[in-house]
C-alpha cells in the first residue's frame, strides 16, 4: 500500500443478494488491503435485501437492511390499497393481480422474482424511511470525514508504515467529491425492482458534487431452463429494468416523475426536476458464459472496479465523462449506458493466507480436541476430593472454614477429664452433651450442632468438589497438550464414582458403649472392698482407654450417619432436598455436558474450515485473468506453508491460538451472570460460535504468515517471471491475462452510437506497480489496441488490471439487450414496476419502436381524421358489427386512454381497451377507416388531383384547429412530423402536398454537396447528394428523396436543427 494514499469517498449499495455478494467481496478485498473496514472510513457500506434471513457478513449489523412487509400489511396493500393512496399512491402504479401472485403472505423471503413486488417493498412507508435515513447518515458521514480523522483511523494499531490520507475532488470543480456506487443484479426482483428507485431516491440527498454510479448484472442470454429453473424469468426481469432505466434517463419525457409518491413527498411535488436523472453512468454488465464460475469471476471483477474506482481515483470515470457531454436522446433512446472489461495478473495473496489460516486453525483444533486421556481417573478423582473422607471433612466445616470436629473433640475431652478425675456423672453429663451436637434442634453449646453443620453443608460439600473441578478445567482446557477430551475423560468417571458413594453404607459402630465404661467407673466408685485395699483409683484408670475407644466410637459412627443423611437426598415433592451427591452428580454432568458439546461445535467447525480450506486450496480461481496459483500436492499453500513455519514453530503457534480462545473457559464454565451458550439449543448448520470469538482467532492464525509474506518483497511481476518454465511462458501467460479483459457485454458500438460521426468514448487503463520493460512488451498488442491503454500507478503490488471502458452507448447497441427481449414468460401479469396507465413506458428494441412508432403515427391520423374522438376523458373508436359484439354500436365502442402516448402504447403492446374490451386486429380497423376517410375527403372535389390538394388543406387545418388538439399531449412538432410522414409516403399526397405548399427551393438546395466535398464533424460527401448542415447526415440522394423523406435529417430526424441549421416546416404558420 503506497505512502501517500489518495482515495474517493465513496458509499456502497448493494442491492439483493448479488448485490451483497458483490459487497462482501469488496469488503473482503478492503480486509487484506488496510486491515479492516474500520480503517478505511472513508467507505460507507450498505446492503439491502428482502430476505431477512440471508447470510453475509453484514446481517447483524447497521450495514444490513431489510425490505420486508408484515402480514398485516401486506394484507392491506391486496384488499385494501387506498389505505396506501396517500402515503405511495398504491393504486396508480401497482397491478393488484400481479402483487397477488406472491405466494408467501408477507415479505420476509425475497421478493418472488417480481419486480412490483420488489418495488413495492422500498417504497413501503416504513422501509423507505429506513433506507432513506441510512443512505443520509452515511452520506453525512462521508461530508463530515477530515483527512485527519481519515489518517488516524487508517493507522490505528498499525506497527507498519504510517500513511497519510488525501481525498480525491471532481476536476471540473476542484471540490471534494462522493462517489455512491450501487449494485446488484437486474434478473430478480430486489434489485431489478429498486434500481431506478434508489437512483431516484439518492437524486434527492446528494449534491451536485456527489455522483452515481450503478453497476448492474444482466443473465447470459444463453441461459436456458435447463441450467436455471428461472432463466426466462430473468431474462425478462433484466429486460423490463433496463427499458425503465432507459426511461427514467429520457431526460425529454417531462412526466416521467410527474406521479411517482415518495413518503415523505408532499402531493403533487414532483419528486426531481425532469432534467434529471437517477444515475450519472449505469454500467451493464454479464457473465462471460453460463456457467457459475464465470458469474463468480464477474461478481469479482465488479469488486475488483469499485475498489479502483475508490483507491485509485485515477479510474474514476466522471472526469471522462466530462469531456463526453450531456446524456443524448433520440428517437426514444437514452445513450446514458456503460460496460467495462476487467482482467487481472495476481498473486492472490489474500487467498493463500487465507487458506493457510484455515490450514493452521484446523491443524490446533484436531489435534488438541481429540486428545485421548491416558491416566488415572481414580487418583484423579481421589484429588478432586471425591471421596468419603473428603466430603466427610467438608461437610464438618463452619461458617468460618474450620471444622466442628474441635468442638467434639473438646466435648470428649470433657468427658475423658471428669472420668480421670473420678466423677462419672460430670462425665455421663459432657457425654450427654456431646451426644445433643448430633440432635437435629439447635440450641445452647453443642446441642444440635452436627446435624445442623453437616445439613447446611450440602451444597456447600458439593462446591468445594466443584471448585476443585474447575481448576481442572481451568488448567487443563487452553493446554494444547490436553484439551477437552482429555477432560471428559475424568469427568465421564465422576458418574460411576458417584454411583459407589451412593452405596456406601458406613459399619454398624457402637454408640453406647461409653455408656458402658461409666457404669463400670461408677461402680468402681461405691465398692468398699476395693476402698478397702485403696484401689477403686486404679481400676478406674485401667477404665480411661476403653472409655476413649467407645467415645471415638461412638463419634465416629454418628457422624458417618450424619455424613450419609447430607450425602443423599431427603423428603419428597416440595420439601424434597437433593443431597451432597445428587448435587455434584448434577453440577459435573453440566460441565461433561458442556465439554461433550464444545467438542460437537468444535468438530462441526472445523469441519467448516476443512471444507473452505479444499475450496481455497483446489477450488478454480474467480479471478477474470490469470492467477499464479497451484492446486496441492507441492501446490502454492504449500509452498508458502514451508517458507513460513517450521513444525516446531507451527507447534508453538498452535498452543498459543488455543490458549488465546480464552471464550471457551466461560463456555464450560460460565459465571452466575454469564450465558450458559454450550447448553443452549444447537444443531448442525447453526454458528457453533460468536462471531467475536472466531475473528480473534483467525486474526492471530493468520499473523505469521502475513508478516513473512508481506516482507517477502517479491511482486506479482516478479512471480510471473519466477515461474518461468518450458510449460509456462511469462509474456504469452501476460498477453492472455490481457485478452481477457473483453467487455463484458456483447457490444455493436455503431448501433450504440449518437450518430456515424460521434464514436463511443471510451479509454483503457493498465493498473499496476513495478511494472518490467519486459511485461510492458509483452502486453503491447493489448495496450495499442484501440482505445490505446494509459498506465495508473497502482496500490497493489501483488495485482496488475487491465481494463476496458466504453461509454454513453444506446441500448440498442448491447445486442445481449435484443437477445433478452426474445424471452416473454406468461408467469406474471406485468414485469414492469409500473403500470402502463401510470407512466408511458417506451420501448428498447427495434421492432417494439417500430411497432410503437406505427402505433403513434395511426393514433394521431385516426384522431386528426375523426376516427378516433375524445370523449369522456377517452379517445374513443367505432368498432364493426362482429359475431359476439353488441348491436348497439354504442356498446362496441373502443376506449383508449386520452393521451396519444398512453393509447399508441395500448394500441401497440395490450391485447384489451381500459375497460378491458378485446383490441384484437384494432390497428387493421383505425387504418382502414383512415382510409376510407381520405377517399371521402378527396372525393368531395370534382377531381382526384384537386381532391387531394383539397385533402392536404383540409389536414393543415385540423393540424391547426382541429379537435385533436384538446388531446393533453398534443405536440406541434410531433403531429406536423407525422403529418409529413403520411403525405410525403405516398407519391400523389406527395405531389399535393409540392404544389399546395411547396417548401423553399434555396433551402433544400442549400444542403446540396457534390461527392468529396466536405462535411461537418471531418467528413467527405461519399456521393452527390443533399446532406444536413449541422451533422453531415444524409437528407436524401435527390431532391424528391428530399422530399419523400419528409425533409429530414437520417441521423438526427426529431431535431429541429437538422437538417437546415434552423426549425423549418413546409406548412404555413408552424
Request: aromatic share 8%.
Amino acid at each position: 500500500m503506497a505512502e501517500n494514499m489518495r482515495v474517493f469517498k465513496t458509499l456502497v449499495i448493494g442491492l439483493g443478494s448479488t448485490g451483497t455478494e458483490i459487497l462482501e467481496a469488496l469488503a473482503d478485498r478492503i480486509d487484506w488491503e488496510v486491515g479492516g473496514l474500520h480503517r478505511a472510513p472513508w467507505l460507507e457500506f450498505l446492503a439491502v435485501e428482502t430476505d431477512v434471513a440471508k447470510p453475509n457478513r453484514f446481517n447483524g449489523t447497521d450495514d444490513f437492511k431489510t425490505l420486508g412487509i408484515p402480514a398485516t400489511a401486506w394484507s392491506d396493500m391486496l384488499h385494501r390499497p387506498d389505505i396506501y393512496d396517500a402515503s405511495i399512491a398504491l393504486n396508480t402504479w401497482a397491478d393488484a393481480e400481479t402483487l397477488a401472485q406472491l405466494p408467501a403472505q408477507s415479505i420476509d423471503s425475497g421478493a418472488g422474482h417480481i419486480r412490483m413486488v420488489g418495488r413495492l417493498a422500498l417504497l413501503y412507508p416504513p422501509n423507505y424511511s429506513e433506507i432513506k435515513n441510512a443512505i443520509a447518515q452515511r452520506v453525512a458521514r462521508l461530508r463530515n470525514l477530515t483527512d485527519a480523522q481519515a489518517k488516524t483511523a487508517l493507522n490505528l494499531n498499525n506497527a507498519g508504515l504510517e500513511m497519510n490520507v488525501q481525498f480525491a475532488v471532481n476536476q471540473a470543480s476542484g471540490q471534494t467529491g462522493i462517489r455512491v456506487i450501487v449494485v446488484g443484479t437486474l434478473c430478480g426482483g430486489t434489485c431489478s425492482g429498486t434500481a431506478s428507485d434508489i437512483g431516484i431516491m439518492l437524486r434527492t440527498i446528494l449534491d451536485n458534487e456527489e455522483k452515481t454510479l450503478g453497476m448492474f448484472t444482466l443473465p447470459h442470454p444463453n441461459l436456458g431452463i435447463a441450467q436455471k429453473s428461472d432463466a426466462e424469468i430473468w431474462k425478462t426481469n433484466a429486460y423490463h429494468a433496463l427499458a425503465e432505466l432507459n426511461q427514467y434517463h429520457i431526460h425529454t419525457d417531462t412526466e416521467r416523475y410527474k406521479t411517482i409518491k415518495f413518503p415523505d413527498r408532499a402531493e403533487g411535488s414532483p419528486v426531481l426536476p425532469h432534467d434529471a436523472m437517477p444515475y450519472d453512468l449505469v454500467y451493464l454488465l454479464r457473465p462471460s458464459s453460463t456457467e457459475n464460475i464465470d458469474l463468480m469471476r464477474l461478481t469479482q471483477a465488479i469488486a475488483d472496479r469499485m475498489f479502483l474506482n475508490v483507491f485509485v481515483p485515477e479510474t474514476d470515470p466522471m472526469a471522462y465523462m466530462v469531456n463526453a457531454g450531456p446524456v443524448t436522446v433520440q428517437k426514444g433512446r437514452a445513450f446514458a449506458f456503460s460496460t467495462f472489461g476487467l482482467s487481472t495478473i495476481e498473486y492472490p495473496m489474500r487467498r493463500i493466507l487465507e487458506a493457510l489460516k484455515y490450514r493452521t486453525l484446523l491443524h490446533a483444533v484436531d489435534r488438541w480436541k481429540d486428545r485421548k486421556y491416558e491416566g488415572n481417573p481414580d487418583g484423579e478423582l481421589d484429588a478432586l476430593g471425591l471421596t468419603i473422607p473428603a466430603l466427610t471433612e467438608a461437610l464438618l466445616l463452619d461458617e468460618g472454614g474450620a471444622s466442628i470436629r474441635a468442638s467434639l473433640d473438646a466435648k470428649k475431652n470433657e468427658v475423658m477429664r471428669a472420668a480421670r478425675s473420678g466423677n462419672p456423672q460430670a462425665a455421663r453429663k459432657a457425654l450427654d452433651e456431646l451426644r445433643g451436637a448430633f440432635g437435629k434442634e439447635r440450641g445452647d453449646g453443642l446441642r444440635g450442632l452436627v446435624h445442623v453443620t453437616v445439613n447446611d453443608n450440602r451444597r456447600r460439600a458439593a462446591e468445594s468438589v466443584m471448585g476443585a473441578v474447575q481448576g481442572l478445567v481451568s488448567s487443563r482446557l487452553l493446554d494444547y497438550d490436553q484439551g477437552p477430551n482429555m477432560l471428559l475423560g475424568v469427568l465421564q468417571a465422576v458418574q460411576p464414582r458417584i454411583g459407589e458413594l451412593r452405596g456406601w453404607e458406613p459399619g454398624e459402630g457402637k454408640t453406647g458403649g461409653a455408656n458402658g465404661v461409666i457404669d463400670q467407673m461408677e461402680a468402681i466408685r461405691t465398692n468398699t472392698l476395693l476402698g478397702l485395699f485403696f484401689l477403686k483409683g486404679k481400676a478406674s484408670r485401667q477404665l480411661l482407654p476403653a472409655l476413649s475407644r467407645a467415645l471415638d466410637d461412638e463419634l465416629k459412627a454418628r457422624v458417618n450417619h450424619k455424613v450419609k443423611e447430607a450425602l443423599r437426598d431427603t423428603g419428597s415433592g416440595l420439601k424434597a432436598e437433593p443431597g451432597t451427591l445428587t448435587v455434584l452428580d448434577d453440577e459435573t454432568q453440566k460441565v461433561a455436558r458442556r465439554l461433550t458439546n464444545l467438542r460437537k461445535r468444535l468438530t462441526n467447525q472445523a469441519d467448516r474450515w476443512r471444507e473452505v480450506r479444499a475450496k481455497l486450496e483446489n477450488d478454480t480461481n474467480d479471478v477474470n485473468g490469470l492467477s499464479l496459483f497451484d492446486a496441492p500436492p507441492n501446490g502454492t499453500v504449500d509452498k508458502e506453508e514451508a517458507l513460513a513455519i517450521d513444525d516446531r514453530a507451527k507447534e508453538t503457534h498452535a498452543a498459543r491460538l488455543i490458549r488465546s480462545w480464552e471464550a471457551l473457559m466461560k463456555g464450560v464454565l460460565p459465571g452466575v451472570n454469564d450465558p450458559d451458550w454450550l447448553l443452549g439449543p444447537w444443531s448442525v448448520g447453526q454458528d457453533n460460535f460468536e462471531r467475536s470469538q472466531l475473528n480473534a482467532l483467525e486474526q492471530m492464525a493468520v499473523e505469521p504468515f502475513e508478516q513473512t509474506l508481506r516482507s517477502g518483497g517479491k511482486d506479482v511481476i516478479t512471480r510471473l517471471y519466477d515461474k518461468r518454465s518450458p510449460s509456462f511462458d511469462p509474456n504469452s501467460q501476460a498477453m492472455g491475462a490481457a485478452s481477457n479483459a473483453q467487455l463484458f457485454l456483447s457490444l455493436n458500438p455503431p448501433l450504440g452510437q449518437v450518430d456515424p460521426m460521434s464514436p463511443l468514448p471510451s479509454r483503457k487503463l493498465l493498473v499496476g506497480m513495478n511494472l518490467t520493460p519486459d511485461f510492458r512488451k509483452a502486453i503491447q498488442p493489448w495496450v495499442s489496441k484501440y482505445p490505446a491503454a494509459r498506465e495508473v500507478e497502482g496500490v497493489d503490488p501483488y495485482r496488475v488490471v487491465m481494463l476496458e471502458e466504453w461509454y454513453r452507448f444506446a441500448l440498442r447497441g448491447a445486442d445481449d439487450v435484443r437477445d433478452l427481449s426474445f424471452s416473454q414468460p406468461t408467469r406474471f401479469n406485468t414485469y414492469f414496476t409500473r403500470k402502463r396507465s401510470d407512466i408511458d413506458w417506451t420501448p428498447i428494441n427495434d421492432k417494439e419502436i417500430r411497432e410503437l412508432e406505427e402505433a403513434e403515427r395511426l393514433i394521431f391520423l385516426s384522431a386528426l381524421h375523426g376516427v378516433t374522438r375524445l370523449e369522456g376523458g377517452h379517445l374513443v373508436m367505432d368498432w364493426p358489427n362482429q359475431a359476439g359484439e353488441p348491436a348497439d354500436p354504442a356498446k362496441r365502442r373502443r376506449k383508449l386512454p386520452g393521451r396519444f402516448g398512453k393509447a399508441a402504447r395500448k394500441l401497440a403492446f395490450e391485447p384489451r381497451d381500459a375497460f378491458g374490451k378485446s383490441l384484437t386486429n384494432a390497428a387493421t380497423y383505425l387504418k382502414s377507416n383512415i382510409d376510407a376517410q381520405i377517399r371521402q375527403k378527396v372525393g368531395e372535389h370534382g377531381g382526384q388531383h384537386e381532391g387531394r390538394k383539397a385533402y392536404v388543406e383540409w389536414l393543415h387545418e385540423q393540424l391547426q384547429g382541429g379537435q385533436a388538439r384538446a388531446v393533453s399531449d398534443w405536440n406541434d412538432k410531433a403531429a406536423e412530423t407525422v403529418l409529413l410522414r403520411h403525405l410525403t409516403g405516398d407519391d400523389d399526397l406527395r405531389q399535393a402536398l409540392l404544389e399546395t405548399f411547396p417548401p423553399d427551393e434555396n433551402l433544400i438546395q442549400g444542403l446540396f454537396k457534390s461527392q468529396g466535398e466536405r462535411l461537418p464533424k471531418n467528413r467527405t460527401a461519399p456521393y452527390d447528394g443533399y446532406y444536413c448542415i449541422k451533422c453531415g447526415g444524409e437528407v436524401g440522394k435527390t431532391e424528391e428523396e428530399v422530399i419523400k423523406n419528409g425533409l429530414r435529417c437520417h441521423l438526427y430526424p426529431e431535431e429541429a436543427n437538422h437538417p437546415f441549421g434552423m426549425p423549418y416546416s413546409p406548412f404555413p404558420g408552424a
